[in-house]
C-alpha cells in the first residue's frame, strides 16, 4: 500500500495530507458531483428494505398527524370553559359542563399516546433499517478492499480508503436514522398545521405566513455565510488530528532531528485557523434560532392582534385563538428543520457518492473459471495428499520474456527469462531498483505482466486461482507484518489449524522458542498495536516461524535476516537451509555473502537479467556480479 500523502513542511518535516483522512469526518458544505444518480443509486441500495421504509412513512405520518389534531381538540376544551364561566358571571348559563372537557382531556390523552407509540415504532423500524444498511455498506466496502488490484492502493491514500468505511459510512448512518423521519414528520407537519389554520381562519393563516419568507431569507443568509466557516472549520481539525497523529508516531525522529520547534509552529497554524473558523461557524449558526424566534414572535403578536379583534367581532371563537396560536408557535420548527435537513442531504450524498465511487471501481482481473486443480499436500507430511487431483505441484518455475511496468507507459522489466528447477536455491541480486521484489510480486500474482508468461510446473500462473496460487508460497520480507494478538497466534497465521505443538516445533526451528520463555506470559504474549514491545530481530524471527509452520512448496525469502544479530542469522541460516531442503527458493539478498552457497544466481539490473550462474562462475566471469560482490569488502584506508 502507499503511505499517506504528506506536505512538506520547514526543517524536512512533513505535515499531514489534504486528503480524508480516518481522523476527518464528513465536510459541512461538501457537495455530490451529481445528486440525482448518487440518490438513485442509494435507494436501489435500500430496494431491499422498502417493506420497512413504506412501515415508518405510515407510522411517522400517522403520529405527526395524531400530534397536529390535538391543539384544535383541545381549543373546542378551551371554548366550553370560556362559554361556561361567561355563563356563571352573566347568569345566562348552567356553568362549566365538566363532563364534556373531561372527555375531550380524556380523548387527548390518548391521542398523544398513540401519537407517541407510532413515533417509537418508526423510530425502532427505521434504527434498524439505517443500522443495517450501515453494516451492509462496511461489509461491502470490506469486501472491496480485498477484490480491488494492488495498483489502486498505488494511487489511493490509506487514510483515503478508511474514510471510507468510517467517515462516509457514519454520515449516511446518522443521515438516515435522523433525517429521513424528520423530513417526513416535517413535511407532514407543515401540510397539516396550515390545513389546520386554514381551517380556522383563512384571513390569520395569511398573516402567519408572512414570516415564512422572512425566515427564509434569513436562514439562506445564515447558511450561506456559514457554510464555508464550517468546511473550514472540518477540514482543519482533520489537519491538526492527523499532525498530532503523525508527530506522536514520529516522537523519536521529531526528537532526534530537533524538529519540535517546527511542529509545535505548524501545530498552532492548524490550530489557531481551526478556533478561528469554529469561532465564526459557532456564532453564526447560533443567531438562527434567536432571530427566528425574534421573527415567530413578530408573527405571533400580528396573530394575536387579529385574533383579538375576529373574536370580538364574534366571528372567532376563544378556544379557536389559543389553537390558531399553538399552531403558529409550532410552524416554525418544521420549516428550520427542512432548511437544516436540506444541508444534511448534500452532504449524505456527498458521502453515498464517495462509497459508491468507491465500490465501482474496478476490480482484479477474475479468476479463471476452468483453473488448474492442485493436490493439497496434507499440513507437516510429505507425501501424503488431501485430495487426490492429478498436479502436484513440484516446484519448478519459468519466467518467459516477462514485461512489465506499474504503467503501461514506465516499463521496469523489460524482458525477463529464467528457468529454475524445483528444489533449486535461486538468489536475486541485483542494486536498489533493479526490479527483484517487483519480480517476486509478480509471481505472487500481486500484478499481472505486461507480457510474457510465468509458469510453474508448465502452468500459467493464470490458470490457477489466486487462492491456490498463494498457498503454494511462503513468504518472508524485511517489514515484519505482526498484528494485535499472542504471539502464538502470530505464529498460527501460517497455518491456522496447526495446533500447539506444532507451533512449539516451528518456533524452534526458527530459533524463537528461547527468547520466548524470557518475556511475560511466554506465547501467550499480546503484542501491541505498534509490535514495540519486542525487538524488531524478534519480530523477524516470529514471521520465519510462521513460514516454518505453513510448509509451503516454494519460499520467497526478502532480506530474510536482514534484521537479526551475526550470530541469530547463523542459526536462522540453519534453520532456513533445513527448511530449503527439497524445495524451491527465492531469496532477495543485499549482502551478497549471504547466498554463495545459491544453485542459481539472478543477477538483474535495470529490470533485466544480465549474468546468471552460480557464485563461483560469476565470479570468475569478473563482470557485474564481481564488482558487486567485491565492492561489499572494500576498505577506504585512513588518512
Not at 371554548?79 to 365538566?98: A, P, R
Request: proline share 2%; aromatic share 10%; net charge neutral.
Amino acid at each position: 500500500m502507499s503511505e499517506n500523502k504528506t506536505t512538506k513542511m520547514p526543517g524536512g518535516m512533513r505535515g499531514p495530507g489534504r486528503g480524508h483522512g480516518p481522523g476527518a469526518v464528513m465536510m459541512s458544505g461538501e457537495k455530490a458531483k451529481d445528486f440525482k444518480g448518487t440518490f438513485r443509486k442509494f435507494v436501489r441500495y435500500m430496494g431491499r428494505y422498502k417493506y420497512s421504509i413504506l412501515l415508518v412513512f405510515i407510522f411517522a405520518i400517522a403520529s405527526t398527524i395524531f400530534s397536529i389534531a390535538g391543539p384544535k381538540i383541545l381549543g373546542k376544551a378551551t371554548t366550553k370553559l370560556y362559554e361556561g364561566i361567561m355563563g356563571q358571571i352573566t347568569g345566562s348559563g348552567d356553568g362549566i359542563d365538566f363532563a364534556y372537557i373531561g372527555a375531550i382531556m380524556a380523548g387527548l390523552i390518548v391521542l398523544y399516546l398513540a401519537s407517541s407509540l407510532f413515533g417509537m415504532i418508526q423510530g425502532y423500524i427505521m434504527t434498524g433499517v439505517s443500522m443495517k444498511i450501515t453494516y451492509n455498506l462496511r461489509k461491502d466496502i470490506s469486501a472491496k478492499i480485498q477484490r480491488l488490484p494492488f495498483k489502486f492502493y498505488d494511487t489511493t491514500t490509506n487514510g483515503e480508503v478508511l474514510s471510507h468505511i468510517t467517515n462516509d459510512v457514519d454520515a449516511i448512518s446518522q443521515s438516515l436514522n435522523q433525517s429521513i423521519t424528520q423530513i417526513i414528520t416535517s413535511v407532514t407537519m407543515v401540510i397539516g398545521i396550515l390545513g389546520m389554520m386554514f381551517s380556522i381562519s383563512w384571513q390569520m393563516t395569511l398573516v402567519a405566513l408572512c414570516i415564512i419568507p422572512l425566515s427564509m431569507g434569513f436562514i439562506m443568509v445564515i447558511v450561506k455565510k456559514s457554510q464555508r466557516h464550517f468546511k473550514a472549520q472540518q477540514t482543519y481539525l482533520g489537519h491538526v488530528n492527523g499532525h498530532i497523529e503523525e508527530m506522536y508516531g514520529s516522537h523519536l525522529i521529531v526528537k532526534a532531528f530537533n524538529g519540535e520547534e517546527d511542529s509545535i509552529k505548524i501545530f498552532h497554524e492548524y490550530n489557531d485557523t481551526l478556533y478561528s473558523s469554529a469561532w465564526k461557524s459557532q456564532f453564526l449558526s447560533g443567531l438562527m434560532m434567536p432571530v427566528m424566534n425574534f421573527i415567530g414572535n413578530i408573527g405571533y403578536v400580528a396573530v394575536c392582534i387579529l385574533g383579538g379583534y375576529l373574536a370580538a367581532a364574534g366571528r372567532l371563537a376563544v378556544g379557536d385563538i389559543q389553537a390558531f396560536i399553538q399552531y403558529v408557535r409550532q410552524f416554525t420548527q418544521p420549516l428550520t428543520q427542512v432548511a437544516n435537513i436540506s444541508n444534511i442531504l448534500q452532504q449524505t450524498a456527498a458521502a453515498a457518492e464517495r462509497i459508491f465511487t468507491f465500490l465501482e471501481q474496478p476490480e482484479e482481473v477474475p479468476d479463471t473459471e476452468t483453473p488448474v486443480q492442485i493436490a493439497k499436500k496434507a499440513s507437516g507430511k510429505d507425501d501424503f495428499y488431501v485430495n487426490e487431483s492429478p498436479v502436484r505441484i513440484q516446484g519448478n518455475v519459468d519466467f518467459s520474456h516477462v514485461r512489465f511496468g506499474y504503467k503501461d507507459d514506465s516499463i521496469i522489466i523489460n524482458d525477463f527469462s529464467a528457468s529454475v528447477k524445483a528444489g533449486q536455491k535461486v538468489a536475486i541480486v541485483g542494486p536498489t531498483g533493479a526490479g527483484k521484489t517487483t519480480m517476486v510480486k509478480l509471481l505472487m500474482r500481486f500484478y499481472d505482466v505486461n507480457s510474457g508468461a510465468i509458469l510453474v510446473d508448465g502452468h500459467d500462473i493464470r490458470d490457477f486461482t489466486r487462492g491456490d496460487l498463494r498457498s503454494l508460497f511462503g513468504m518472508v520480507l524485511q517489514d515484519a507484518w505482526l498484528y494485535n494478538a499472542s504471539i502464538k497466534d502470530n505464529i498460527r497465521y501460517g497455518r491456522l489449524d496447526a495446533s500447539d505443538d506444532d507451533i512449539i516445533k516451528a518456533a524452534k526451528a526458527a530459533q524463537v522458542d528461547h527468547f520466548v520463555h524470557t518475556l511475560p506470559d511466554g506465547y501467550d504474549m499480546i503484542l501491541n498495536e505498534e509490535t514495540s514491545n519486542i525487538s524488531q530481530g524478534q519480530k523477524q524471527l516470529l514471521t520465519i516461524a510462521r513460514v516454518i509452520l505453513a510448509d509451503p512448496q516454494i519460499l520467497i525469502l526478502d532480506e530474510a535476516t536482514s534484521s537479526v544479530d551475526t550470530r541469530t542469522e547463523i542459526l536462522i541460516q540453519r534453520a532456513m537451509n533445513n527448511l530449503m531442503k527439497n524445495r524451491t527458493s527465492f531469496i532477495i539478498a543485499h549482502r551478497l555473502s549471504t547466498i554463495r552457497d545459491a544453485d542459481l544466481i539472478l543477477v538483474m539490473r535495470d529490470g533485466d537479467i544480465v549474468e546468471q550462474g552460480t557464485h563461483e562462475k560469476l565470479l570468475a566471469q569478473k563482470g557485474f556480479y564481481a564488482n558487486l560482490y567485491y565492492s561489499q569488502f572494500e576498505v577506504k584506508e585512513v588518512v
